[in-house]
T-cell receptor, first 114, second 115 residues
Framework: DAGITQSPRHKVTETGTPVTLRCHQTENHRYMYWYRQDPGHGLRLIHY???????DKGEVSDGYSVSRSKTEDFLLTLESATSSQTSVYFC?????????????FGPGTRLLVL | AQSVTQLGSHVSVSEGALVLLRCNYS??????LFWYVQYPNQGLQLLLK??????LVKGINGFEAEFKKSETSFHLTKPSAHMSDAAEYFC?????????????FGSGTQLTVLP
């Protein structure tokens, strides 16, 4: 257990509304990531953070923004949700036992955009 | 660019039979490779990882994987399948991006274990 929680776990929203998903970690890890999971695509990186206020884009960042004002929280925002953003969203943290980086994942948030 | 190909989106085996899930990767540098397992409605759990030490890597739940550079493969095996192994399995390759490392995932293999 990497001490990662995600909220909400399930959300239904309507097209055009803003949505914010929260990832919380309890162990002060520097690196945090947001992925989306869709059938046939595995997981794809949306954004990641390498410290407070330090973020960068991933493979599928269009339509998403992130913020990290505290080490423990990494927020993912859909400014105006679209049906194509219906997905399962996973947060991950990175740890480096012995210098070998490994990512551990939260339980996921299932988002349905109607 | 790095990529991962998992051959076979669905694999079925009988309980007690050998499990073989295939993963091939492309990477311009020596890779870090991972296998994750996902049970229904859960997050991903790390099974094992290769980080340039031993080429045969042992993981949890009796799984192991062998890194073969000449074949650019990292196939996952288990000698005897158990009903509890039914899940989706993802292979991933890691690459550096600035100070972070990014994971590129394969599209996953759904393992069904038949009684």
């Amino acid at each position: 257990d990497a001490g990662i929680t995600q909220s909400p776990r399930h959300k239904v929203t309507e097209t055009g509304t803003p949505v914010t998903l929260r990832c919380h970690q309890t162990e002060n890890h520097r690196y945090m990531y947001w992925y989306r999971q869709d059938p046939g695509h595995g997981l794809r990186l949306i954004h990641y953070s390498y410290g407070v206020k330090d973020t960068d884009k991933g493979e599928v960042s269009d339509g998403y923004s992130v913020s990290r004002s505290k080490t423990e929280d990494f927020l993912l925002t859909l400014e105006s949700a679209t049906s194509s953003q219906t997905s399962v969203y996973f947060c991950a943290i990175s740890v480096r036992p012995g210098g070998e980086e490994t990512q551990y994942f939260g339980p996921g948030t299932r988002l349905l955009v109607l | 660019a790095q990529s991962v190909t998992q051959l076979g989106s669905h694999v079925s085996v009988s309980e007690g039979a050998l499990v073989l899930l295939r993963c091939n990767y492309s990477s311009s540098v020596p890779p870090y490779l991972f296998w994750y397992v996902q049970y229904p409605n859960q997050g991903l759990q790390l099974l094992l990882k290769y980080t340039s030490a031993a080429t045969l890597v042992k993981g949890i739940n009796g799984f192991e994987a062998e890194f073969k550079k000449s074949e650019t493969s990292f196939h996952l095996t288990k000698p005897s399948a158990h009903m509890s192994d039914a899940a989706e399995y993802f292979c991933a390759v890691s690459r550096s991006s600035g100070s972070a490392r990014q994971l590129t995932f394969g599209s996953g293999t759904q393992l069904t274990v038949l009684p």
